[in-house]
């Protein structure tokens, strides 16, 4: 069974044991007081090893006093101009400890490296990139379930993506003719004017084309247009291949999250890179 989207008071959380953690995804100002103790019991109720959660950082002081560590962070991410804090909180020696830092190192210097405003090489004639319809769910489903072992989230199932699409993601794809080559998402969040830009996957088939690259463009066209200005990712910390995607449009790298999501079959560090629309 895939972890569970669920509500404490009014915040927004992920967890379960697929992913071995409880994730704050979205704190309600109202439940500031509250909700340590709450997530904490959460925690040791379902025997979880790592506590994520993304905070404004006007509460980060209490998070600290309670154990958490500032794992990254997104300067100026809320309206108001306040950051966002991504804190975490271990219960076990050995999900605190990066397992591959040398990788880690080696995949932000190249990162860094990047030249932010690459631009990439134009596409075949036979290629479209496109906002994703209810209509190509089952297509991209199974795109879903060659890419990704294991995912965080349900996005193999066709029902998950559907009801994600009748809600506020935003699914884009790039078409070869009639076939599914690439998907992405942007997961946008209307209180502050922010979009995840999520769920890349390229078929093994189409990875020399720097598709991800040309659905990242199409994705920004598309926020600009809908007045979203604060982007994120969570990027897997051990590929080349997204973090680089991230740095050459110009992103910033904003800390690494340890041991932090359930990918590919195991759990995986993972980067922040955000970037702020004009």
């Known amino acids: 069974m895939s972890d ?68 990254a962070s997104i300067p100026a991410f809320f309206p108001d101009g306040v950051a966002a804090c991504f804190m975490g909180k271990y219960f076990t020696a050995a999900r605190r400890v990066e397992p591959q830092p040398q990788l880690v190192q080696e995949i932000l210097a190249a990162s860094k490296e990047q030249e932010p405003a690459y631009q990439p090489p134009k596409l075949p004639e036979c290629f479209g990139v496109r906002v994703a319809r209810e209509e ?21 199932e066709p029902d998950f993506l559907r009801t994600a699409m009748s809600g506020n993601t935003v699914f884009f794809g790039v078409w070869k003719e009639e076939k599914i080559a690439a998907l992405s998402s942007a997961e946008i969040d209307l209180s502050t004017f922010s979009a995840e830009m999520t769920d890349f996957a390229t078929l093994p088939e189409f990875r020399s084309l720097s598709l991800a690259l040309h659905l990242l463009l ?55 890179w955000y970037k702020t629309l004009s």
């Open 136 to 156: 190509d769910v089952a297509g991209m489903a199974a795109v879903y379930r060659e890419v990704f072992a294991t995912y965080p989230f349900p996005i193999q």
């Open 218 to 272: 199409q994705m920004e066209e598309v926020m600009l247009s809908r007045g979203i200005r604060s982007l994120y990712t969570i990027a897997r910390a051990y590929s080349f291949g997204m973090n680089i995607t991230f740095a050459r449009n110009g992103y910033r790298f904003g800390g690494t999250l340890t041991n932090n999501t359930n990918i590919f079959g195991s759990l995986e560090s993972m980067n922040v």
């Open 4 to 71: 569970a989207i669920e509500t404490i008071g009014k915040s927004v959380i992920h967890h379960g044991h697929d992913n071995d953690r409880v994730y704050l995804m979205k704190l309600h100002e109202d439940d500031a007081e509250k909700i340590i103790d709450r997530l904490d019991q959460l925690a040791s109720l379902r025997g979880y090893s790592k506590i994520f959660a993304k905070v404004p950082r006007w509460n980060i002081d209490s998070f600290v006093a309670a154990g958490y560590e500032p794992e």
